[in-house]
Each structure stands twice: as structure tokens, then as C-alpha cells.
């Protein structure tokens, strides 16, 4: 993903850094950014919670998070389908069946806005920090 990345930044002719790094420790100082915007990330996150505090940390006061992630559907069946299937995907890793949405808002961040995209699987999530 960082290769298409760079490749389309220098399309468009931006000045952009690129940095690799687990969620759970951002090489960042404290209040460096005023949005962390991630896609599909924490149904791959080992201790989602530390990262979400991660993204606390590096945000500036009133900073915004914008998730586009997959989430455990709410429909009974829909649900129950995504608990065997998590039993699937998590031998690789993946948690399909995370409340991602939830865990914003335990977080500690208002939630802004969350706007289903593909059903109730996958949705655009809005968050603030709230200092």
C-alpha cells in the first residue's frame, strides 16, 4: 500500500512522508497531527484499545479520527454468520467481528458521525478528541 502511495503522491505532485508503524506505538510526539485517518486497521490490531490511546496521544487537542472500518454487524443473523466466519479469518490474524465503532467511543473520543457504507459491515466513522 505505502508503494501505491508514494506512487500517487508524486502523481499529484505532494509532499508527503510516509511512515511504517504498528498502531500500538506511533513514532510520534505527543499532539503532533490534526487528523489520523485509517482504513481496515483494527481488525488486524492485536490490543485495538492501545491503539486507539495511541491515536489519543498523537492527535492534537479537538483533533479528528476518520475510520473506514468493518465492524460485527448488528442483525441477528448477519451476526451470528460473522461469528463463524471470524473463526475463519482469525487463524490469520484478522478480527472481522470487532465493534470497532464501540471501541471509538470507550476510547474516550465524541463520536462525530458514523455512516454505514456497505450494509452494517462497513462503515465511515467520525471521531474528536475531546480536549
Known sequence: MIKRAIKKAKK??????????????????NETFD??????????????????QEILR??????????????R???KM???????GN???????????????KLVIKSGFAVEKVENIYGEVVKFIIGAKMH
Open 35 to 52: 487528523t489520523v485517518f485509517t482504513t481496515f486497521v483494527f481488525c488486524e490490531v492485536k490490543n485495538p484499545e492501545k491503539g486507539f
Open 58 to 71: 498523537v492527535l492534537k487537542p479537538n483533533g479528528r479520527l476518520i475510520l473506514l472500518e468493518h465492524v
Open 12 to 29: 499529484f505532485k505532494r509532499e508527503v512522508s510516509f511512515v511504517c508503524a504498528k498502531i500500538e506505538a506511533l513514532p510520534f510526539e
Open 78 to 84: 448477519t451476526s451470528k454468520l460473522f461469528d463463524i
Open 87 to 101: 473463526k475463519l479469518t482469525s487463524i490469520f490474524g484478522e478480527n472481522i467481528n470487532r465493534e470497532t465503532d
Open 73 to 75: 454487524p448488528d442483525g
